[in-house]
């Protein structure tokens, strides 16, 4: 692995904010101030493409997260930042509406929206970019 697709990879998995290409850039230019945008979009798409990163589409950009392990994920429509949950907390309902329908998952994603506790706390409100979503209205 080349010196600059480690450090990606590296700042991608030191987030948890499951981080833009433009967001991954910052970081690597930290350490590889020569390092080109289109370096990092190249070498995210080739860590995805291995296995070593997924990628996720947010309503502005594509996100990468460094923790393939199966998890969910929790998007706070107010501020945007995005959670993991953990899939022990969303495995057992998965296994159980499967079962009732008699359906064999292979694979799932769930995605959760709504507002953070620090979001509710402040009383914001969705932000306008998340109204355009195509989950709003779903229960």
Known sequence: MTRARRII??????????PSAAMVYRGVRRRLPRVSLATVYRNLRMLAAE???SERADVAALRFDGNTA???????????RI????????GEATARLASRAGF????RRIELYGR????RRA??????????KPWQGVA
């Open 104 to 107: 064999e998952v292979l694979s």
């Open 9 to 18: 990879l590296d700042v991608v998995r030191a987030s948890e904010a499951h």
């Open 70 to 80: 199966t998890h969910d994920h929790f998007t706070c429509v107010v501020c945007g």
């Open 51 to 53: 296995g070593l990163l």
């Open 83 to 90: 959670y993991d949950v953990p899939a022990r907390e969303t």
């Open 123 to 132: 009383g914001g409100s969705m932000h306008p970019i998340h109204r355009r």
């Open 116 to 119: 953070c506790a620090r979001c």
